[in-house]
């Protein structure tokens, strides 16, 4: 039996973006039409719906079909969340991890639902520091806790790759509300908690 994909892409999105592809291919003096581009159009086209497929989903609604009552203060940290995205400037990678943080103010989230919520606003076109804030603030909407901390490091091709070409470089975004703005004892446990290795 031959191998077959079940992804599904929008055909008239798709047809749009492998012209303009394959236009962009030979206006970079590529054979478009020789064996090893010839699907190219098509993959790119592919690839770039789902690397933006952020725009179709709703970070509110995913916090919300996770959300529980519970009587706790405490703080909740997810760190190392791994995060893909597109820069907007240059259309290049960025990549790296997110921690977060919330302190619950009688609800909870499921702690995958963290994670897929740095999945919609990092599947976009990005620039960091929005997307920093982009994760706050859907937290801070959907739960409304005490307390939000969003620290993201990332590394940044349009910097490594083009123009400076610092390999080494890491950018390091952060967003905070509530006790972890106004307290800066909480606030210094976070940082202190995600920097640890506890195990």
């Known amino acids: 039996m031959a191998y077959k994909k079940t992804e599904e892409y929008d055909e008239q999105v798709t047809e749009g973006l492998m012209k303009s592809y394959k236009d962009a291919l030979t206006l970079l003096g590529e054979d478009a039409e020789r064996e090893g581009l010839l699907k190219t159009p098509e993959r790119m086209a592919k690839a770039?719906?789902?690397?933006?497929?952020?725009?179709d989903l709703n970070a509110i609604d995913i916090l919300n079909s996770a959300k529980f009552k519970e009587?706790?203060?405490?703080?909740?940290?997810?760190?190392?969340?791994?995060?893909?995205?597109?820069?907007?400037h240059h259309m290049l990678p960025f990549f790296g991890k997110a921690h977060i943080a919330y302190?619950?103010?009688?609800?909870?989230t499921g702690l995958s639902k963290l994670g897929r919520v740095v999945d919609v606003y990092a599947r976009r076109l990005q620039v960091q520091e929005r997307l920093t804030t982009q994760i706050l603030e859907a937290i801070k909407e959907a739960l409304n806790p005490l307390g939000v901390a969003v620290v993201i490091e990332a590394k940044h091709l349009c910097m490594m790759m083009r123009g400076v070409q610092k390999q080494n470089s890491v950018t390091t975004t952060s967003a905070f509300d509530g006790e972890f703005l106004h307290n800066h004892i909480?606030?210094?446990?976070?940082?202190?908690?995600?920097?640890?290795?506890?195990?």
């Open 103 to 108: 302190i619950p103010n009688g609800y909870i």
């Open 48 to 55: 770039m719906q789902y690397l933006t497929q952020g725009y």
């Open 186 to 199: 909480t606030r210094n446990e976070f940082l202190k908690l995600i920097s640890s290795d506890l195990s």
């Open 71 to 88: 009587e706790v203060s405490e703080m909740v940290i997810v760190k190392d969340i791994e995060l893909y995205s597109m820069c907007e």
